[in-house]
């Protein structure tokens, strides 16, 4: 016998007995499955674009990320480009994509580009991570990432600033909305790596103080393109 | 009393008058229940979100084993190494054997309970490999060779000042005494760490069933760097972390942060479906998924003590306890602290050497009442000690109910005796609580109320007479 039919005798031989029902509760009636719509026991979601793109800019500001609406690629490029100089960037590291191709170029500075494998220390040593997305979520202020669409695992959380290029489309209402869009993104083939990053990083380890940037990101900036 | 018990009462006792210590849990928690009751209300319908999670929860565990095949499955066709563990030793033996068989020269590790649980730094150590903990909470009682203390905030019971002194002791760092700089410093620390290491061990919050994904969160981005740089990612996963669907993370996800932390949502919450895919620029070449038992069935066996599987360790319970508040993480002596620690390490290592943890309660009832899965934590407290008196009886205490039970169910004789008793109160008092009183063991601490002069019923007959 395996180890996995032991585990799995052992559980199927343990639920033979059946558990009491919950003996707390409000109402008689148990609640029902997930729907779909609306999740009422979250924090609510709003329902335009206009709204959603206000509820994520207070929630951004919560988390102490930076959040920015552009009016086109070239704010974006001007904005950007601010950053660098008041962050005294010297290189940055950075994803093929369609955002991220447009604005590298006009920044100029020297880069290490993840596609396909890269070195660490080259990586470690930038002074900024830029990426896209694949969603955006209003109702808690998160960036939801992937390796496909962030360059992998490591350029948005090595760099000690992380700017995340995103499109109005990309606004979802909700954390529901957004994993069913990847869902059915991907079906079957999901990436190896999907995240939700909500602010930079932090800890509160030491007398529950809050301190940024305990492990990755001091800074996080996104642009909101139309 | 075992040594257990009597370990457990002493350390208790210590930390209890431990003050300085005390103040310092009082303040580290005040934060988190103004966080915490201001991000509640937010949801509009905070008791409907526990029903559900409950409720999911209950699908999950009465389900398990469908539910653990499912995301085993879906794991292994992605190309990810599932090892089911039948006992920590297992996992254990694993885990070195993959360290062993790939010679890895440094292992780093985010935050993981369960390994924990299994002393798995212990059994590295012994067989030769480094471990850092990069939690910073886990990475300064690494340093000062103790268990954590709470398992959500680890170093929750030391000062600024003392966590200076041990990494200018240790790390030889300047002293300081702004939290800011001992971050950075355990910062530029781990960035060399993660940039050398060939293992990278993590735990996991959630295991969905539906997509074959482990799921951690975490604050610092440690657990990212970790998953993602290492060519080697172990994750070690109780069974009892199985959610069926994806969408399952939506509920749960802002509610462990709300509960576990006072926080709206956690700063990283990531999903792992396998190592690095083709195409993707980067990711472990190998990714182990060690699913632990380790007596988890034997608590599934119990029906009506299945739903403290149901925990997503989120601490809330520990942080409203009184116990917990007053004698502090470590008198406890186990992994697993608090009320929920209380409950399960019974089952997990033994009843008669952790049943003295059930008697660590009030049973006020506030760790269930906070529960955002609604396990039924002081019902159970009660449960086991039912089952400790049942397995080992108690002779003198069942004397003394027995003839209690007795005097009671006969009038005449209950007047007698509260008669006698009336006389015999006042003497008592010259010995309570000294040597000479045969009820030291209770009236050290306590001290019964003066019996009134006349019983009720007396006070009755002479009204009906009047």
Known sequence: MTYREIILGRIREALKVVAPPPIFRNGAAGPSRLPAAPPLWLPSAGGTLGEQIELFRRNAEELKAGFFECANLSEAIQHVKELAVAGGWKKIGRHSGELTDALAQELGLPEVRTDGGYAVDDLESCDAGLTECEALVAQTGSVLVSAPSAGGRALSVLPPHHVVLARGSQMVPDLTAALQRVQKKFQDKFPSFLSFISGPSRTGDIERILVLGAHGPKKLTILLLP | ?466
């Not at chain 2, 999911?56 to 879906?74: P, V």
């Not at chain 2, 295991?207 to 799921?215: F, K, L, V």
């Not at chain 2, 994806?246 to 462990?256: K, Q």
């Not at chain 2, 000690?385 to 049942?390: D, E, G, L, P």
């Open chain 2, 1 to 466: 009393m075992n040594a257990g018990a009597k370990e457990f009462n002493e350390a208790a006792r210590r930390n209890t008058a431990d003050l300085r210590q005390r103040d310092r849990i009082q303040k580290a928690l005040a934060g988190y229940y103004l966080k915490r009751e201001d991000y509640q209300n937010r949801f509009p319908d905070w008791a409907g979100a526990r029903d559900l999670a409950a409720e999911i929860k209950r699908e999950a565990i009465n389900h398990l084993d469908r539910y653990l095949d499912e995301f085993a499955s879906r794991l292994e066709a992605r190309g990810t190494k599932v090892f089911w563990a039948p006992d920590g030793q297992a996992a254990r033996d694993y885990i070195v054997g993959v360290a062993r068989q790939h010679k890895v020269r440094s292992i780093i590790k985010s935050k993981s309970m369960t390994a924990e649980e299994i002393h798995l730094n212990d059994a590295l150590e012994q067989a030769g490999f480094e471990v850092v903990e990069s939690d910073l909470g886990e990475f300064i009682v690494q340093l000062r060779r103790e268990p954590p203390y709470h398992i959500v905030f680890p170093a929750m019971h030391l000062t600024r000042q003392q966590i200076s002194d041990l990494f200018h002791d240790r790390l030889g760092s300047e002293p300081t005494n702004n939290p800011e700089d001992l971050t950075m410093i355990a910062r530029r620390i781990m960035r060399r760490k993660y940039c050398e290491a060939d293992l990278g061990i993590s735990g996991a919050n959630f295991a969905i069933a539906e997509t074959g994904m482990i799921s951690i969160t975490e604050n610092e981005g440690n657990a990212r760097l970790t998953t993602s740089l290492p060519k080697i990612h172990v994750a070690l996963v109780g069974i009892e972390k199985v959610l069926p669907k994806l969408s399952d993370l939506a509920l749960f996800l802002p509610m462990l942060a709300t509960a576990g932390a006072g926080q709206p949502i956690t700063c990283y919450n990531t999903l792992y479906g396998g190592p690095r895919q083709p195409g993707e620029s980067d990711g472990p070449e190998e990714f182990h998924v060690v699913l632990l038992d380790n007596r988890r069935t034997e608590l599934l066996a119990d029906a009506e003590q299945r739903d403290a599987l149901h925990c997503i360790r989120c601490g809330a319970c520990l942080n409203v306890c009184p116990v917990f508040k007053n004698i502090g993480g470590h008198s406890y002596g186990t992994t697993y602290q608090g009320p929920i620690g209380s409950v399960i390490t019974p089952h997990l290592r033994g009843l008669q050497d952790w049943k003295h943890l059930s008697q660590a309660s009030s049973l006020c009832g506030a760790c269930s009442q906070t529960c955002p899965v609604k396990i039924d934590l002081h019902h159970h407290l009660l449960h086991n000690r039912r089952y400790a008196v049942r397995l080992r009886p108690a002779p003198v205490e069942n004397c003394l109910q027995a003839g209690l039970a007795f005097v009671m169910c006969r009038p005449r004789l209950y007047a007698l005796a509260a008669r006698l008793a009336r006389i015999a109160q006042p003497l008592s008092r010259l010995v309570e609580g000294t040597v000479l009183d045969p009820l030291r063991a209770w009236t050290k601490t306590r001290s019964l109320p003066p019996m009134a002069v006349k019983s009720f019923h007396q006070l009755w007959q002479e009204r009906k007479k009047s």
